[in-house]
């Protein structure tokens, strides 16, 4: 059962059924981001990063642009901090990529990173740093995290559509995006964890609460929980 809620209510409640229109807004469960993983794992497309981009999209809770344009030097690992100062974004129909500063100012962040984060981002920097080496003098030093093996800027479009592929290969419903999916996904454990929504808001980087909301899902386990706190005393 998958509902949303209304920006003046925590979201576990006041909750409406799923439509047609917003069937694709619900974050995955644990099983089903799990199987799309370790689905991904096993692709060799995309210089192999579609586990890596998976994991870190579901860690850090990142928009797409934000990931792709997420460069090492707003990455401190020993700090546990990532800090958001621009996003990428690909022109429909167009190969090229634009980075730019965040559209509103709410954006431009610093969020945390729990230790499984940065040791996941340090073996990816082991790895990149060993394309770095055999690229040699064609190594496009564009700092980026997300790069090919010869430091240019991933084709945002053909991970997204891979990604879809690797969903449907691991069997998930399609009402599930599975780079977007990651971001509901983070969100919404999040709002399992905390009723500091203002402290949610800020780390997901929107302008108002009202768009927080909207990507949290309330899973089964937790619905069946209102169920029973909504009989308590009644039986």
């Known amino acids: 059962m998958w509902k949303k809620g209304e920006i003046e209510r925590p979201p576990t409640l006041g909750m409406e059924m799923v439509t047609a229109s917003n069937r694709t807004k619900r974050a995955p469960t644990l099983d089903e981001l799990q199987a799309i993983i370790a689905e991904a794992d096993q692709s060799k497309a995309i210089h192999g990063l579609m ?28 700090a546990g901090r990532i800090t958001v100062r621009q996003a990428a974004s690909q022109p429909k129909g167009k190969a090229s990529t634009i980075f730019k500063t965040p559209k509103t100012e709410a954006g431009l962040r610093s969020i945390s990173i729990e230790p499984a984060t940065v040791d996941l981002l340090r073996k990816h920097m082991v790895e990149v740093r060993q394309w770095q080496l055999a690229a040699g003098s064609a190594w496009a030093n564009n700092d980026l995290v997300l790069c090919d093996p010869v430091g240019q800027v991933l084709n945002m479009s053909d991970v997204s559509k891979l990604a ?12 599930v995006l599975p780079i ?20 949610i808001q800020r780390r997901a980087g929107h302008a108002s609460y009202e768009s927080t909301n909207r990507y949290i899902t309330t899973d089964e386990e937790q619905d069946r929980n209102l169920a029973g706190a909504a009989l308590k005393g009644l039986l």
């Open 51 to 78: 586990g890596f981009i998976l994991r870190l999209a579901a860690h850090t809770g990142l928009r797409r642009g934000e990931l792709f344009g997420l460069r090492w030097q707003d990455v401190d690992l020993n």
């Open 164 to 175: 879809g592929k690797i969903r449907d290969r691991a069997r998930v419903s399609r009402d």
């Open 180 to 199: 977007h999916g990651t971001r509901h996904y983070n969100i919404s454990q999040m709002a399992k964890l905390t009723k500091d929504y203002a402290a």
